[in-house]
């Protein structure tokens, strides 16, 4: 990560890949201190962009083309889907795939009825896994047919150097992004309202129908750094 950076009152987004934690974080800066080119020597990350969201313009790269493994920033793809193809207020059933599917999750079991929203929440806040696997079902019937929907999203907003296999990027062959791939979804994903609510969320309460809830903290620990952090989604492998 950066020690220092720079300030021109408008909103940048930081992607780097590091060799074990993929981060993607979007930061508002306000005071100008050095140029990010200074630094550049430090930066340890293996894939870097820092983009202005307001233009698209990349101020600073590193290997932008280089494919890595997505991790959990996956689960954006799987948000903007879900928000383009499910009303909030619709209500997921869990079934038991989506129950049964490795950590990281939220801990729903088969048969838990949640809203879109608070799967949303659940996926984005914790990076729960089993939110993704529910969204996806409940959008496209299946995962592997939801992947698809992501596939060609990602086409569509000029990701062409992205291949998702899941919607949960639970580790597995043939998936790749690059930084600036990487760059292009997060811009797209802030269009969404509810994105931007979600991923700027400390800590959300999410409940099933039933009454149960639970506290889901952020991964993204540099929500409790910044007050000024938009937000981000965080991603780790081992890759």
């Not at 050095?34 to 894939?47: C, D, G, K, N, T």
């Not at 083309?65 to 383009?84: G, Q, Y």
Request: proline fraction near 3%.
């Amino acid at each position: 990560m950066l020690k220092n950076s720079w300030i021109s009152g408008r909103k940048k987004i930081i992607y780097s890949f590091k060799n074990k934690m993929l981060s993607l974080i979007i930061v508002i800066l306000f005071i100008f201190l050095l140029p990010v080119f200074s630094y550049s020597q430090e930066i340890l990350s293996r894939a870097v962009v820092i983009m202005d969201a307001s233009t698209g313009r990349l101020l600073y790269a590193k290997n932008p083309d280089l494919r890595c493994p997505p991790a959990s920033t996956t689960k954006l793809m799987t948000a903007i889907i879900t928000l383009e193809r499910a009303n909030l207020n619709d209500i997921v059933s869990i079934s038991k795939n989506a129950a049964r599917v490795p950590p990281h999750k939220a801990g729903f079991k088969a048969g838990d009825r949640i809203t879109v929203e608070e799967l949303l929440n659940a996926a984005l806040v914790g990076s729960a896994n089993d939110a993704a696997v529910a969204l996806a079902e409940a959008v496209a019937g299946s995962e592997e047919k939801f992947v698809e929907l992501m596939n060609m999203k990602a086409i569509s907003i000029g990701a062409s150097n992205t291949f998702f296999i899941n919607a949960t990027g639970l580790p597995g062959s043939g998936q790749y992004i690059t930084a600036n791939d990487l760059s292009r979804i997060m811009s797209y994903a802030l269009k969404y309202p509810k994105i931007r609510e979600i991923i700027g969320t400390r800590i959300a309460q999410v409940s099933a129908t039933n009454g149960n809830s639970k506290l889901i903290r952020n991964t993204n620990r540099l929500l409790w750094s910044e007050d000024d952090l938009v937000g981000g989604k965080t991603g780790y492998t081992n890759k």
